[in-house]
C-alpha cells in the first residue's frame, strides 16, 4: 500500500517569508509525527498528533512554527517568518498506535532559506 | 529523558565480512529501541525493533540485533555484508511521550 508521502519534495522561500509542508500519512494511522533533520544529525522530534489533537508539541523551537491536522488524516507544517536557521530536512511519520507501533516515514521536505 | 548513543561516526567493512553497527541506551523504565536505515535523498526506513521477548531480533535485509540489559546496549549486525548495505544508519528509542529520540547517526560504508 501507498507510504507516508510529504509535499513539495523541496522548498527553497526567503527569509522572512511564510512556509507551508504537507504531509499525508499512511491510511488509517491515528498517530503521526514531525521531525526536523539538519545536516549530519539525526532526526529531532517537533510534535505528534494523535487523531486530530497535537498530544505533545514540546519539540517545537519557538512559536514560529505551528501544525495542524484538522480531519485526522493530513497534516500541515507551518512556519513564519523563516530564518536561515530553519534550512533543514523535515520529515513526517504516521504508525497506526503510539507507543509500541513503527513509525513509518515519508521522503521528507528539504527546506532552504536563502 | 530517554537517549540512545552512537559512538561511531563510520564504520567501514569489506563485502562478505560481519558488520556491527553500535548502539548504547539510557532510559527509565521498559526501552522501546529502534534501528532505521536511511540512503541517499531518501527518508528514513524501518529495519527492526526491541519491544519486548527475545533478545535477538531479526528484521529487514537480513539485519538483526541484540538487546543487552547488563550492558545498555542494541547493537546492529549482519552476518555478510553487501556492498547496497552502505548507507546511514540510526538507532533510536521511544521516549514517554512517545516520540522517537534519535541517535546521531553512523555512516556504513562496505567496500567491493
Known amino acids: 500500500g501507498a507510504g507516508v508521502s510529504q509535499t513539495p519534495s523541496n522548498k527553497v522561500t526567503e527569509k522572512g517569508k511564510y512556509v507551508e509542508l504537507r504531509c499525508d500519512p499512511i491510511?488509517?494511522?491515528?498517530?503521526l509525527y514531525w521531525y526536523r533533520q539538519s545536516l549530519g544529525q539525526g532526526p529531532e522530534f517537533l510534535i505528534y498528533?494523535?487523531?486530530?489533537?497535537?498530544?505533545?508539541d514540546s519539540g517545537l523551537p519557538n512559536d514560529r512554527f505551528f501544525a495542524v491536522r484538522p480531519e485526522g488524516s493530513v497534516s500541515t507544517l507551518k512556519i513564519q517568518r523563516t530564518e536561515r536557521g530553519d534550512s533543514a530536512v523535515y520529515l513526517c511519520?504516521?504508525?497506526?498506535?503510539?507507543?509500541?507501533?513503527?513509525?513509518?516515514f515519508g521522503p521528507g521536505t528539504r527546506l532552504t532559506v536563502l | 529523558a530517554q537517549s540512545v548513543a552512537q559512538p561511531e561516526d563510520q564504520v567501514n567493512v569489506a563485502e562478505g565480512n560481519p558488520l556491527t553497527v553500535k548502539c548504547t541506551y539510557s532510559?527509565?523504565?521498559?526501552?522501546?529501541l529502534f534501528w532505521y536505515v536511511q540512503y541517499p535523498n531518501r527518508g528514513l526506513q524501518f529495519l527492526l525493533k526491541?519491544?519486548?521477548?527475545?533478545?535477538l531480533v531479526k528484521g529487514s535485509y537480513g539485519f538483526e540485533a541484540e538487546f543487552n540489559k547488563s550492558q545498555t546496549s542494541f547493537h546492529l549486525k549482519k552476518p555478510s555484508a553487501l556492498v547496497s548495505d552502505s548507507a546511514l544508519y540510526f538507532c533510536?528509542?521511544?521516549?514517554?511521550?512517545?516520540?522517537?529520540?534519535f541517535g546521531a547517526g553512523t555512516r556504513l560504508t562496505v567496500k567491493p
Open positions: 511519520a504516521s504508525s497506526a498506535r503510539p507507543t509500541t507501533d513503527t513509525q513509518y
Open positions: 491510511s488509517g494511522h491515528t498517530a
Open positions: 498528533f494523535q487523531g486530530t489533537g497535537a498530544a505533545d
Open positions: 532510559v527509565s523504565g521498559n526501552p522501546y
Open positions: 526491541y519491544i519486548t521477548g527475545d533478545n
Open positions: 533510536a528509542v521511544r521516549d514517554i511521550g512517545n516520540d522517537m529520540r
